[in-house]
Structures are given as structure tokens and as C-alpha cells.
């Protein structure tokens, strides 16, 4: 961009998200080609095998699926449109959080024929985690079974959307040829070998009651977000384009209306109007609430407003490393920063770092440029910090809110194939849990393994193929293992005394209490509550109580899992005044846990895995017998067109291989996803089976 600055409302950040298989990434493709950024359209899985631009990967282009947010920029009408095409699928869940955490608005993609699918929810749930105002498109007008009108509905009941459609299709399938604005109340047909010529004409006659009718109900919504459209509707007066659009505007921003559009990316129709739709109806960086944390002012929320003569301040909410060193996505809130500054990372003790070079990114390709301010997505280079790190000037000292980030669910042993590779193999995992906040690593110190932990088998499964291809590493995987937890359903009473005389100050202490379960709906997973009432344990001791119950928590004693859900309370005990020592207390702590546990009526629990699977009708019935054979519970079926789509809950320890039974059952047509609903106890049997397995453990290795 040259270095005259537009004025910020004439800047919109947007995410583009829906569920997988939406159209998400061939419609940024398509908006790349009518701003003019690209010059040649590719598709996804085109012949041509070059992929569309918006994924840079190798591995997205082989699998057809987007795996990293792609961020660009381009030019509308005169309006800067910043866009980050978003993945679909629930395993890459933190590329969609942490683009909307940045952006002002967001296109929900849905697409004509499957309406509101699973991903769809999740990804709307994130909208309003954020308050992103949106609008949707329904895309794949020219499917067979495209029915724009029942996607509207789905909206409503499914979502809670009060959704109306802006731009009606003429006609559906392969008779779909364009669309009717229903603000401007003309129809648009689009020309040309790629749709790029925009042809406005009055509404066909056959459209035009329906038209009309669609109109009206639009209006009569309307006149609850602005006076003087009411006021002209009751009177019977005619409202105007303009006046409308200010109202759908209005309503889109207050998050209470959703105005939905329809078109086909893939046949070139409606993208215009969807950018038109984009510069009018969603918002600029000056209208959208930012909140901040004032740290010399504990914490409080402040709120910052998008003024590039402030101080500056600036989110770095994603990382990648690149050929030539870390580049941090950076979204600015305030101020405006130069090459060459030199700013302060609030979320890593205040650490200076001068700004070697800022680009704006196009897809995989960077632009350099001198500066960006205000309401800016920016990328900088050869900067260390970490994802959802603060930066400010010198004298500004604010720190962002941070992110959403969803607890791993599925772990994996991994090694590196030979030992040359172990350098490497160090270097891949340090750079993919810095860069991706759901991908864990830690060491099992029993059994000495290297062990990832992530949102499902395809992330685990992605990261293991990325460490192949981009480190040159292979990697050995073991079986996959699921993050149980265990937790207690009673109340356990303890009552220890820790004693221990050698030669010289021996060791003492004794605490009494109890454990007992946490409310279901508490925040926290451990609570420690210090009811010792006259000094039976000075005070100088209490972190040390708290301090060995914490670390029992750590591993319970049925299977080896962490304890979660439980209150350990102390409420009497003894000291001696030469024996006792902070140790004497943290042991006792300990054992004390240990004591009371068994009595607590101690359960396993595991992921209960929310799982929607779509398979055409005649093979709902032995889906259902591979739900139920795997100990899933059917919450609910609908048949749509042909195809049935059965929603369940399935325990996540039987879903391993789900995806060969599926392919077998039903040719290969069926398909499905999976996210991480709640967890919840295994049954008895099952839990015998376990603690019986982990017990022959600890006994071998003991031995």
C-alpha cells in the first residue's frame, strides 16, 4: 500500500469461516480475482495441480483442506479489505480463534445443500465468544438440492441467527444465473469467462412477487433497528436504498441480525456483491470495542480506541517460521509503528526488540513496507515472542486480552526414526508448540518418551508428516492415548502424622482434613481451603499443605492420570517446634492425600467426543450399529435430500481407526467430524480393566 494512509473507515478486517468442504478458500480465491491481486483464477483441487493461492502448503494442496490461516489484503471500491482465509476443520480450531480474536467481522460460509453443519456451530460459537458481527453467505447455489430458503431456517433454529436474506437467487441448480439485490430491488447477472462483468438489469417478472414480498419482510425488521424506517413502513411510504442500507448496517453492528446472501464461488456469481455487502455492512476498526488490561493499574479493563497518534500497541496472535527467521502476525490496536522502532513485549518481562522489518502478507508472499498504524494486520520479521504476546511503546504499558485455547485430548508417543535425526526432531517440536498453542509436548519421566498431545488425530497426524517434510526427520509414533482424568465422588477424611527420628532434628507433622468434589460448574480443577482455626499449624507452614496435596494431584492413584475436581481442606494438626519443617509438612500433605483418596470413591473419567457423521440414507442403519458398538449415545437423526445426518456422543477412546469402519460401510460416501464436547466417567467394567492394567504396570516396573 503507498504510504498515504485512507482513513479508517475505509478498512475492514475479515476472517472467512465455515465448516469443511464450505468453499471457504475458493471464495477468497475468487475475491482475490476481482480486486485484481491474482490474475488467474486456480481451483482447490484443479487439474493444474498449482492449488489456490490462499494455500501455500504442500500438504494443503495435496489433501484439499486448509490447514493454516492464510492472511492478505486487497482493494474494493476504495475500501482496504485485510482477509484471512480461515480452516474448516474442528482439529485446527485455534486458527479460527485466534483469527477472529484479531478481526472486526467475519462471512460465515454455508453451503446451499448441507446447511448448518457441525463445524458451522462451533465456528459461530467462536463469533459470538468474540462478538464478531457477520454476515452469511450461502455458497454452492449451483449444487443439486441447493434450498437457500431452508438454510435460512437452519439459521434461525439451529444458530438463534435473527437471519433474512439481503440478495435473493434467480433460480437454483443449473438453472442458477444470478442474483436479486432486495435493497436496491435490481437483478445482477455476471458475465464473462470468470463473472467478472457485472451486468444490472430490472427483476425477471417471474421473480418479481417474490421479490417483493422478501422486501417487505426485510423492512418490517428493520424498523426495529431504526426509527425512521418504522416510521415510514407503518405510514406506508416507500423506504430507500440508502436508508435501508443504513438500517442493515446498524443491525448487523448491534450483533442482533445477521443478513444472509446467496451465490456460487465456484461459478463466479454473487462475490461482487458479497464485497459490496462487505464495505457496507461490516465494521471499521473505529467501531468495535477492543479491550485492554492497564498494568499500572491492576488490571483494569480499559477500553482502546483505534487512534493512530496514541501510544502504540499491537497483538502478535500468530507465528510462523519462516526460510528466514520468526514472522509474528501482528494485528495494531493503537498508535503506529515504524521499521526500525524499538518496542517492548509486555508479556515477556518488558523485553526491548527493535523492528528490523515490517511486510503485509499475501498469502505466502511478503510486501515490505515503512509503517503501519491503527486497525492494520501486519507481519514483522526476526522478532522472538510468543503467540498472543502484547507489544507497546516505551511509555504505554497495556496488555490484550488473551485467547480461548481448548484443552489437548489426544496424545501420542513419538521418536525420531534414528538418532541422527534427534537435533531436528528438537527443533520441530520447539517451533510448532510456539507457534500452535493447542500442540503440547512433555516427557514421561517412567517410561522416557517424548509424548505430543493435540485436538485430534489429523492435527497429531499433520504435525508428524510436517516434521518429515520440513525437518527431513522420519518419525516413529506409538499408539495414540487419551487424556483421562480422574476425579472423586465423595468425601474423604484424613488424619496423618508424619514421623521421623534419626540421629539430630528429626521430622514432624500432622495434618487433619478431608477432600471432597468441587462443584461441576467450578472453573478451577484443584481448591485449597485452610480452615486451621488457634495455631495447631502456624501459618508459615500452609503453603507447604497446599503445596504437597498439589503435587499428588498431579497423578492419581488409580490409573495415573491427573486428579481433577477436588477440594482439599485442612482443618486441624500439630507441629513441634524443633522437628517441624516446611518438607515435614509438604510429606505429610502427601500421604494424607493418599489416604483419603481410596475413601473418596476416586472414578476415571474420559473425552466424551461430540461426533456427527453424514452418510447417504441406506446406510444410516449400520452407522448406527458402528455408534452403538463403540459405545456412543444417538442424540438425534435427520434425513436431508437423500442423505442422513445422525449427531451423537462418543467416547473418544473408541474412536481410534473410526474413519477405515466408515469408509468401509458405506463405500467411501460417508463422512463425519468430531470435537470435544465434556468429559464424563467410564463405566465400571471398563474403569476394573484399566486400574487392573495400571497396577500390572507399576508392579513390573517396580519389580
Known amino acids: 500500500m503507498a504510504s498515504e494512509r485512507i482513513s479508517l473507515d475505509k478498512v475492514r478486517n475479515i476472517g472467512i469461516s465455515a465448516h469443511i468442504d464450505s468453499g471457504k478458500t475458493t471464495l477468497s480465491e475468487r475475491i482475490l480475482f476481482y480486486t485484481g491481486k491474482i490474475h488467474k ?37 476504495g475500501y482496504n479489505i485485510n482477509l484471512i482465509d480461515t480452516p474448516g476443520h474442528v482439529d485446527f480450531t485455534i486458527e479460527v480463534e485466534r483469527a477472529l480474536r484479531v478481526l472486526d467481522g467475519a462471512v460465515l460460509v454455508l453451503c446451499s445443500v448441507s446447511g448448518v453443519q457441525s463445524q458451522s456451530i462451533t465456528v459461530d460459537r467462536q463469533m459470538k465468544r468474540y462478538k464478531v458481527p457477520r454476515i452469511a453467505f450461502i455458497n454452492k447455489m449451483d449444487r443439486a438440492g441447493a434450498n437457500p430458503v431452508r438454510v435460512v431456517q437452519q439459521l434461525r433454529e439451529k444458530l438463534g441467527h435473527n437471519a433474512h436474506l439481503i440478495t435473493l437467487p434467480i433460480g437454483a441448480e443449473d438453472q442458477f444465473k444470478g442474483v436479486i439485490d432486495l435493497i436496491e430491488m435490481k437483478a445482477q ?18 421473480f418479481q412477487a417474490e421479490a417483493q414480498k422478501l422486501r417487505d419482510e426485510l423492512v418490517a425488521e428493520m424498523g426495529n433497528f431504526d426509527d425512521d424506517v418504522a416510521t415510514k413502513y407503518l405510514s406506508g411510504e416507500a423506504v430507500t436504498p440508502a436508508e435501508l442500507r443504513k438500517a442493515v448496517r446498524t443491525a448487523t453492528l448491534s450483533l442482533k441480525f445477521t443478513p444472509v446472501m446467496t451465490g456460487s464461488a465456484f461459478k463466479n456469481k454473487g462475490v461482487q456483491t458479497l464485497l459490496d455487502a462487505v464495505t457496507y455492512y461490516l465494521p471499521n476498526p473505529n467501531e468495535v470495542v477492543n479491550e485492554g488490561l492497564d498494568q499500572n493499574n491492576k488490571e483494569e479493563k480499559i477500553v482502546i480506541e483505534s487512534d493512530s497518534s496514541k501510544g502504540f500497541i499491537g497483538l502478535a496472535f500468530k507465528l510462523e517460521d519462516g526460510r528466514y527467521g520468526q514472522l509474528t502476525y501482528m494485528r495494531i490496536y493503537r498508535g ?13 518481562q518488558d523485553k526491548k526488540v527493535k523492528v528490523p522489518r515490517l511486510v503485509r502478507m499475501h498469502s505466502d508472499e511478503m510486501n515490505d513496507i515503512e509503517s503501519a498504524s491503527a486497525g492494520d494486520i501486519v507481519a514483522m520479521f526476526g522478532v522472538e515472542c510468543a503467540s498472543g504476546d502484547t507489544f ?20 501420542l508417543a513419538v521418536a525420531p526414526k534414528d538418532k541422527a535425526g534427534q537435533a531436528n526432531f528438537s527443533k520441530a517440536l520447539n517451533r510448532f508448540t510456539k507457534e500452535d498453542p493447542t500442540f503440547r509436548v512433555h516427557r514421561d519421566e517412567e517410561s522416557a518418551q517424548t509424548i ?3 485436538m485430534g488425530e489429523l492435527h497429531l497426524e499433520i504435525y508428524i508428516e510436517r516434521i518429515k517434510r520440513e525437518y527431513n526427520c522420519e518419525v516413529i509414533a506409538g499408539k495414540p492415548q487419551v487424556a483421562f482424568r480422574e476425579t472423586i465422588t465423595a468425601k474423604g477424611e484424613f488424619d496423618y502424622t508424619h514421623k521421623k527420628q534419626t540421629g539430630g532434628s528429626g521430622q514432624f507433622a500432622r495434618v487433619v482434613g478431608y477432600i471432597e468434589p468441587l462443584p461441576s460448574d467450578s472453573v478451577e480443577t484443584y ?21 504437597g496435596f498439589r503435587d499428588q494431584v498431579k497423578k492419581g492413584a488409580l490409573i495415573g492420570f491427573p486428579v481433577v475436581g477436588v477440594r482439599c481442606t485442612i482443618d486441624d494438626g500439630a507441629y513441634h517446634d524443633v522437628d517441624s519443617s516446611e518438607m515435614a509438612f509438604k510429606i505429610a500433605a502427601m500421604a494424607a492425600f493418599r489416604e483419603a483418596y481410596p475413601r473418596a470413591k476416586p472414578i476415571v473419567l474420559e473425552p466424551i467426543m461430540k461426533l456427527q457423521v453424514q452418510v447417504p440414507e441406506e446406510y444410516q442403519g449400520s452407522i448406527m450399529g458402528q455408534i452403538n458398538q463403540r459405545r456412543g449415545m444417538i442424540l438425534g437423526s435427520a434425513n436431508n435430500e437423500g442423505f442422513s445426518v445422525v449427531d451423537s456422543e462418543v467416547p473418544l477412546t473408541e474412536m ?14 460417508g463422512e463425519f467430524t468430531m470435537e470435544f464436547a465434556r468429559y464424563a466417567p467410564v463405566p465400571r467394567n471398563v474403569q476394573e480393566e484399566m ?7 507399576r508392579a513390573e516396573a517396580n519389580k
Open 691 to 697: 486400574v487392573a492394567a495400571y497396577a500390572k504396570k
Open 41 to 77: 483464477i486456480e481451483e482447490v483441487r484443479g487439474k493444474s495441480g498449482v492449488g489456490a493461492k490462499m494455500d501455500s502448503m504442500d500438504l494443503e494442496r495435496e489433501k484439499g483442506i486448509t490447514i493454516q490461516s492464510a492472511a492478505t489484503y486487497c482493494e474494493w471500491s
Open 392 to 411: 507497546c511503546d516505551e511509555k504505554t504499558n497495556i496488555t490484550m486480552t488473551s485467547m480461548f485455547v481448548p484443552a489437548p485430548v489426544i496424545s
Open 656 to 669: 481410534f481407526g473410526y474413519s477405515t469402519d466408515i469408509r468401509s460401510a458405506t463405500q467411501g460416501k
Open 189 to 206: 447477472f455476471f458475465d464473462g469467462p470468470d463473472g467478472e462483468d457485472v451486468r444490472v438489469e430490472a427483476i425477471p417478472a417471474d
Open 527 to 547: 481448591e485449597f481451603v485452610d480452615d486451621i482455626k488457634g495455631g495447631s499449624i502456624p501459618r508459615e507452614f500452609i503453603p507447604a499443605c497446599d503445596k
Open 452 to 454: 505430543i498431545s493435540g
Open 336 to 348: 503506529t509503528v515504524n521499521k526500525g522502532d524499538t518496542i517492548y513485549n509486555r508479556a515477556n
